[in-house]
């Protein structure tokens, strides 16, 4: 098992940038593919990027490509979301979760998440 906490959420304004840390625990995160999620107040949680268990392979949603990045030190056992233009429509709780099905942007594919730290940009 592993256990993941999010860390770097705040309030930034319209295109600010912000970084957004995941720390995990127990096994460790290089056997698992690790994902950002968010949900924003009525919505599903979404799928924003994955990296591989290597770090070599990512994959973005459309409406954040270009803007973020997701990078991972499997040394620090510490996954990073990079988020540059900073949109209102990214205000949300990032969650962070690991996996063992490669770069899925499914939720159902990741068996462990974090508690979740709440995004806000004011326009």
């Known amino acids: 098992q592993v256990q993941l906490v999010e860390s770097g959420g705040g309030l930034v304004q319209t295109g600010d940038s912000l970084r957004l840390s995941c720390t995990t625990s127990g096994r460790a995160s290089s056997s698992y593919t690790l994902g950002w999620f968010r949900q924003a107040p009525g919505k599903e949680r979404e799928f924003v990027a994955a990296i591989s268990r290597s770090g070599g392979a990512t994959t973005y949603a459309d409406s954040v490509k270009g803007r973020f990045t997701i990078s991972r030190d499997n040394a620090k056992n510490t996954m990073y979301l990079h988020m540059n233009s900073l949109k209102p429509e990214d205000a949300a709780v990032y969650y962070c979760?690991?996996?063992?099905?490669?770069?899925?942007?499914?939720?159902?594919?990741?068996?462990?998440w974090g508690q979740g730290t709440q995004v806000a940009v004011s326009s």
């Open positions: 979760a690991a996996g063992e099905t490669y770069r899925s942007t499914s939720r159902l594919a990741y068996a462990y």
